[in-house]
Every structure is written in structure tokens, then in C-alpha cells.
């Protein structure tokens, strides 16, 4: 069956870098495209990045653009996020998700498998 794994949540301080990243299996990851979400206590699950089948295209959120990265190996089957300058406004469970068609990366609707999520956790 379809997997999705993240890791590499943790507690960093405010400025620090984490990189999280979400192993898959079970489907043929060159075929999906990939994004991130975070969802903060209270509050609803938002999109963070996606990146397209081949990497060649990226997406963000604007309060993200800058400081995060989003990138794929397709050897791996693996996507990764890459964060910067991280905000205690940062904190927040990160999932990922995959999505066989481009209709709507923007929205959780729009994404066929997710991962359980991986906490992030940054303190002023």
C-alpha cells in the first residue's frame, strides 16, 4: 500500500534550520507531485510548497518564500522541505502529501495520499 513517512521534525530555536523530510512507497513517485502542509494548533491544515513531478517547478507560500525550500529526489522517493530562519510562528505539525494531478497543489483537496506529519517545534 501507499506510505508516506516524514521525519526530521524536532525543537529548534528561533533562527535555526531543520529539514524535514517524507519517504514514500507503494506508488510510482516520479508521477506524483509533491507538496508540504503545516497545521498549528487551532488552526486549520495549510499549504506550505509543492513542487512538481521532475522538480522543475516550485511553489510557496508567501509566508514561507525565502527561508523554506522545497526539493525532490526521484531516486529516492523522497521529498524534502528545507528551513531557514525559522519563526516561532513556524511551529506546527508538517505533513506531506502527494498528488497525482495538478488541479489544485494549493489545497488539501487537491492531494490523493498523506503522511502522518512530523512536529516542529520553535521556541523564542
Known amino acids: 500500500q501507499v506510505q508516506l513517512v516524514e521525519s526530521g521534525g524536532g525543537l529548534v530555536q528561533a533562527g535555526g534550520s531543520l529539514r524535514v523530510s517524507c519517504a514514500t512507497s507503494g506508488l510510482t513517485f516520479s508521477s506524483y507531485a509533491m507538496g508540504w502542509f503545516r497545521q498549528a494548533p487551532g488552526k486549520d491544515r495549510e499549504f506550505a510548497a509543492a513542487?512538481?513531478?521532475?522538480?522543475?517547478?516550485?511553489a510557496y507560500t508567501d509566508s514561507i518564500k525565502g527561508r523554506f525550500t522545497i526539493s525532490r529526489d526521484n531516486a529516492k522517493n523522497t521529498v524534502y522541505l528545507q528551513m531557514n530562519s525559522l519563526k516561532p510562528e513556524d511551529t506546527a505539525v508538517y505533513y506531506c502529501?502527494?498528488?497525482?494531478?495538478?488541479?489544485?497543489?494549493?489545497?488539501?483537496?487537491?492531494?490523493?495520499?498523506w503522511g502522518q506529519g512530523t512536529q516542529v517545534t520553535v521556541s523564542s
Open positions: 502529501a502527494a498528488a497525482r494531478y495538478y488541479s489544485s497543489l494549493r489545497e488539501p483537496s487537491g492531494y490523493d495520499y
Open positions: 513542487i512538481t513531478r521532475t522538480g522543475s517547478t516550485t
